[in-house]
């Protein structure tokens, strides 16, 4: 086997000189998006700036799946906006890219349920009759190394939608879950005031809700039942089911 080796020199998205230290010598560069959702959009910019500046030759970049590609990040708001702005940067920088917009993660999925569902028995979200085609962090992340270790430039230039195999909703995990605990799990969508008064009555802390509602409610609008065969073509393999994963979570034994 040929040999690879991964360089990973540190730098701040905040601070440009440490990102111009930390891309020379790089031939192709993964931004994974920062956690910052006011100023993640400049810091991206930030990040393209320094990689052209020290003769980056691609940038693989991980998005996020939505149905409207809209520049006020529509039904996300800033969630998305920063992705927009990213996207838009990538291609205007003349360096190569390859866009990866992924669905939601399948390992958020206890996460978005809470730790609650243990003792209510019920997944109490307003994301209506929405689906999701959930995929897991780890098989993303293999699908970007992949890319970035191919020398084919089959993918240079393209926008890939990384989804799991199948879009379920809450209703299906809650039967899935039912089926590996033997419990019986229900899904409740409230309307979207009653749960932002559920959570505040709950002594959730006060981002939580707003939170859950703006992504619960995208999941109703659609923003992520698209489904693409382009993770699986990319792993050479089926994308790890949501139900598999879920035994590895709630499984009694």
Do not use: C
């Not at 006011?38 to 991206?44: G, M, S």
């Not at 910019?45 to 320094?50: F, K, Q, S």
């Not at 003349?94 to 917009?101: P, T």
């Not at 399948?106 to 109490?124: L, N, R, V």
């Amino acid at each position: 086997m040929k040999k690879r080796v991964l360089v990973l020199p540190s730098g701040d998205y905040n601070d440009l000189a440490s990102l111009q230290e930390a891309t020379k010598g790089i031939d192709t560069l993964i931004l994974v998006s920062g956690n910052d959702l006011e100023h993640r959009a400049n810091q991206h910019v930030r990040v393209i700036r320094a990689a052209k500046e020290n003769g980056v030759k691609k940038i693989i970049y991980y998005s996020l799946q939505r149905k409207d590609d809209q520049p006020d990040g529509g039904l996300l708001g800033n969630k998305t906006v920063a992705h927009y702005i990213t996207e838009n940067a990538l291609i205007a920088s003349g360096m190569i890219y390859v866009i990866l917009q992924v669905s939601l993660y399948t390992d958020m999925i206890p996460q978005y349920a809470g730790q609650q569902i243990q003792q209510t028995k019920t997944i109490y979200l307003p994301a209506e009759d929405g689906k999701v085609a959930y995929a897991l962090r780890s098989e993303l992340g293999e699908a970007g190394a992949i890319i970035a270790l191919d020398e084919t430039g089959k993918y240079d230039n393209k926008f890939i939608e990384l989804t799991g195999s199948e879009a379920i909703s809450w209703t299906t995990i809650a039967t899935m879950i039912s089926a590996i605990t033997g419990d019986k799990y229900k899904y409740v969508s409230p309307e979207v005031n009653e749960f932002l008064e559920t959570m505040k009555t709950n002594g959730t802390p006060a981002w939580m809700g707003p939170a859950l509602k703006e992504m619960q409610q995208a999941v109703a609008h659609g923003e992520f039942t698209k489904v693409t065969d382009d993770l699986e073509s990319i792993l050479g393999r089926k994308p790890e089911t949501v139900m598999n994963f879920l035994i590895t979570v709630y499984s009694k034994s």
